[in-house]
């Protein structure tokens, strides 16, 4: 998804939930185009594709000249019985969503503030003094403007996903008064400045404290406002469980499967010489149409994996480093390297404590499987497949598990990559690495197996960027 369609995506997903959720109801105006165009900071085409949207859906009325007026939206005094229904179906998984959201973003976020310059913590400030508890936008620009530096659109569209997902200005809404809420909204707006603060006197360690305790009390408090809707009403009798949407849209779908199919590759599924199923085959195996799945194909015979011979069908083949080279030319291949990037970057972010909270969960028959894998140094290309896939298959968090499950498909476009690097020996950095998760493996040592992968990914990514850079795609 391009930058412009995550925007209005976003932007109708803000309108949509508050017309569904009452906050506008019929025959209430939309803020104009250039109110809303100030609010978010997008351009004017961006506001006016939202807004035709939620028009062609049957929720507004544009007339020329005039703001838009909402036509359809929650019934009158069903506002709470809506907002009630949508949280309690979500209760679990926002309550899961809070528990990672204290473990994975404080180390994000510090990130994010330590490579902010003067400049950068200037407009931070500025748009903390617009923050307001109750809306949801105004702490979503301050989140944003921390996470800018780190130059990570992936990493900014999973806090997006969450954040929305969640909602929680609104349950919150449904118990607050005015005045609650202003003496909210001026501690909020007085917890950022102290980490500002703390940013200018460039006390990393008081920092880091602050942003661990934000998100600390963001999850206690999301906790009693889920106690107190218990309390008052009955849990919902289906959940709904939080996706991350990395690719959205029937544009995208090529890239998914490729995603899958490469994994497939990598863990030799489809071994070198053997041909994939037929067109029509994956078509059925994936929902989707044939044509779809041919533009696929186009994609990994441009990455070197396959090549397509009229009469049998797509064969995968051994990757030479000239067909590598060639494939980077590719504007399809450069955008997802880019994604390779971003993915490693989240990864080494997020490893140690993702790590640390998964591990007591790791399913006995997969630690094995890992075990055998660190041992054998033609195996080290999968090693980060692995870990990756030590939480996917776990019994811990459901969100970790979604966000790691959805990491290791993406992983899989660095593909070219390790075919650059082939015939190169592995470092001793990465061995040391690699063992060092061995071993906490075997001495069921937590810490000792979240530090050698957050190690490990930290070293992936600053040798992928220097390859990248190195040919141009960075």
């Known amino acids: 998804m391009n930058r412009e369609q995550r925007l209005y995506s976003v932007i109708y997903d803000y309108f949509f939930t508050r017309i569904c959720l009452g906050f506008y109801q019929e025959g209430d105006t939309l803020p104009s185009i250039g109110e809303a165009r100030e609010m978010f900071g997008v351009s004017t085409r961006t506001i006016r594709k939202a ?24 019934p009158g005094g069903q506002c709470r019985e809506v ?33 902010m310059d003067g400049e950068g913590l200037d407009g931070l400030a500025l748009s903390v003094e617009k923050m307001r508890i109750q809306n949801l936008q105004t702490q979503l620009q301050c989140f944003c403007r921390i996470l800018a530096p780190l130059g990570n ?62 998100f600390g009390n963001c999850d206690v408090h999301v906790r009693a406002h889920f106690g107190e809707l ?5 849990p919902a009798s289906e959940q709904v469980p939080f996706t991350w949407r990395v690719y959205k849209g029937r544009p995208q779908q090529g890239f998914f499967i490729a995603m899958k199919l490469i994994r497939k590759i990598y863990a030799e599924d489809y071994r070198l010489g053997e041909f994939l199923p037929s067109a029509a085959d994956l078509a ?9 799945i041919r533009r696929t194909l186009v994609l990994l015979g441009r990455l070197g994996l396959t090549e397509t011979i009229n009469g049998r069908g797509t064969r995968v083949i051994p990757q030479e480093e000239n067909v ?3 494939g980077l030319q590719a504007p399809a291949v450069r955008k997802n390297l880019k994604i390779f990037l971003q993915t490693v970057q989240m990864l080494a972010l997020t490893g140690e404590a993702v790590m640390l909270a998964s591990f007591p969960h790791f399913k006995p028959d997969k630690v094995r499987r890992a075990a055998e894998t660190f041992r054998n140094e033609t195996a080290y290309d999968i090693v980060p497949f692995t870990c990756m896939e030590l939480v996917a298959d776990s019994d811990a968090s459901p969100c970790l598990r979604e966000l790691y499950g959805q990491l290791s498909d993406l992983f899989g476009w ?19 690495l690699i063992e060092e998760m061995r071993a906490g493996l075997a001495a069921r040592d937590a810490g000792r197996f979240a530090r050698g992968f957050s190690g490990l990914m930290f070293h992936v990514l600053e040798g992928a960027g220097r390859r990248l850079r190195e040919r141009g795609v960075l």
């Open 83 to 115: 907002c009630v229904a949508y949280f309690a179906a979500r209760r679990d998984s926002i309550l899961d969503l809070s528990w990672m959201a204290k473990k994975i973003l404080p180390e994000i976020f510090l990130r994010g503030f330590l490579m």
């Open 414 to 432: 660095g593909v070219i990559l390790r075919f650059l690097a082939r015939g190169s020996s592995v470092s001793g950095e990465r061995r040391e």
């Open 51 to 74: 807004y035709h949207m939620l028009e062609e859906e049957g929720y507004l009325s544009i007339s020329r000249g005039r703001n838009a007026v909402v036509i359809r939206g929650a």
């Open 153 to 214: 659109p992936l990493l900014t569209s999973f806090f997006w996903e969450i954040s929305v997902f969640s909602r929680m200005t609104y349950l919150r809404g449904l118990f607050a008064d005015e005045a609650e809420n202003e003496r909210d909204s001026e501690n909020l707006r007085r917890r950022f400045m102290e980490m500002i603060d703390a940013r200018r006197a460039e006390d990393s360690e008081r920092l880091r404290t602050l942003i661990c305790r934000f």
């Open 230 to 234: 218990a309390s008052r009403y009955a």
């Open 284 to 292: 059925e195996e994936y929902g989707v149409s044939v044509i779809t």
């Open 324 to 326: 590598a080279r060639q």
